[in-house]
Structures are given as C-alpha cells and as structure tokens.
C-alpha cells in the first residue's frame, strides 16, 4: 500500500509538472495577470456563453476544480468567472469550483502525502509540533 501512495503521488507530481509546463509555454505570464488578455476573447467567451449557458456553466465549474487542483489556488480563474458570468453567478460557479478542488487538493495530500510528510519533517519540526500542541488555540486564532 505505502509504494502505490508514492506511485499515486509521484505520478500527481508528474501530471502536475506537464500541466504547468503546457500552461507556461502557451501562456505567459504577463496573459495571466493582464485583464486585456481577457478582454481581446472577450466576444468569443460571451458567444459560448449565450449559447448553452448550463453547459458552458458545468465546463467551467469541472475546469475551476482541475485548475485548483493542479495548482492550488484560483485567482485567474476568479476575474475570468466575474467577465464571463456577471458578478454574482460568476462568484457562485468560482466559490463552487475553488471549494471543490480545494477540498479534492486536501482529500489527495491527506491520503496520499501525510506519511511521506510526517517522514520528512517530523524530527525536524519536533520543537515547533511541541509548541503548537501547547497553544493550538492561540496559533488556530492568528
């Protein structure tokens, strides 16, 4: 069971990596962080969108999931959900999304990565898991 954990992880590691390099090289970054990079496909995203709302609704929310994920957070796909979909259901399907993947991101790294992690870093970061455990309160509320 412990070397299809590191199998599993290892091959998530991987997909990850070929993910962002396919990304990467088809899009810079200064695409991803530029609004003007949305607003040139702006017609084209407004076509799909009026043409099958639901599908292009459930197209997005799966894309949001993977893109969370993959890389953990959601920022460029939140200003994208907000120009396509309008304030309000473009916060619905991104909340959903990003809750989704996050929650799938967590689900994956609690099962296959804790004991790969506690491995690693656990005589490491005696000291600090000694503190935590005797002001967990304190800790959680900053």
Same mark, same amino acid.
Request: charged share 20%; glycine share 8%.
């Given at each position: 069971m412990k070397n299809i954990k590191i199998l599993i992880g290892m091959t998530y590691?991987?997909?990850?990596?070929? %993910?962002?390099?396919?990304?990467?090289?088809? !899009?810079?970054? =200064?695409?991803i962080t530029n609004y003007k990079f949305i607003q040139?496909?702006?017609d084209y995203f407004i076509n799909l969108k009026? +043409?099958?709302l639901i599908f292009i609704s459930l197209i !997005?929310?799966?894309? *949001?999931?993977?893109?969370? %994920?993959?890389?953990?957070?959601g920022s460029p796909v939140a200003l994208l959900g907000?120009?396509?979909?309008?304030?309000?259901?473009? *916060? !619905?399907l991104v909340a959903?999304?990003?809750t989704i993947g996050a929650t799938l991101l967590y689900l994956f790294g609690n099962y296959f990565l804790? =004991?790969?992690v506690k491995k690693?870093?656990?005589?490491?970061? +005696?000291?600090?898991?000694k503190k935590f455990k005797k002001n967990e309160f304190n800790f959680f509320l900053i």
């Open positions: 590691l991987i997909v990850v990596s070929i %993910f962002l390099f396919w990304f990467f090289s088809n !899009f810079s970054i =200064d695409e040139s496909n702006r009026n +043409k099958n !997005f929310i799966l894309l *949001t999931l993977l893109w969370v %994920f993959m890389l953990g957070f907000g120009f396509i979909f309008g304030k309000w259901f473009g *916060t !619905f959903l999304g990003c804790k =004991d790969f690693k870093f656990s005589e490491k970061y +005696k000291n600090l898991e």
